[in-house]
């Protein structure tokens, strides 16, 4: 097994788990089969550069970020951390994201 292969596949899974999703979750938004992101994230497949952009678009980054598996985290906590709140701010309704305005207010003023 590549070594290439395997760094790869452990990058997929980083960015993957980092946003808390499933491999059928992620199968389901990047166009493909759950079966197949589970063998690439164990460095078992080769892929093709389609599948390569498929995987960066359902990530929504840049196909080159895929490959930053040099760097220890790529993915610097704090845009982990905002692409989490983004996700869970538009999930929500108006009533919902005022009450989280309130909470983030109160936890600025505990820290000041």
């Given amino acids: 097994m590549g070594k290439l292969r395997k760094e790869f596949g452990r990058r997929i899974r ?3 788990k980092a946003r808390d999703w499933t491999q059928e979750e992620f199968g389901a938004i990047a166009g493909l089969d759950y079966k197949y992101l589970g063998a690439i994230e164990r ?3 080769n892929l093709t550069i389609d599948n390569i952009e498929k995987i960066a ?3 929504g980054i840049d196909a080159c970020q895929l490959f930053l598996f040099s760097l220890k985290d790529a993915m610097l906590k704090e845009e982990i951390t905002e692409e989490k709140i983004q996700d869970l701010l538009d999930k929500c309704d ?3 994201k005022n009450f989280i305005l309130l909470i983030a ?3 600025s003023q505990l820290r000041d």
């Fill in 105 to 107: 207010q109160a936890a």
């Fill in 94 to 96: 108006d009533k919902a």
């Fill in 57 to 59: 678009k359902g990530f």
């Fill in 14 to 16: 980083q960015i993957r």
């Fill in 43 to 45: 460095g078992e497949k």
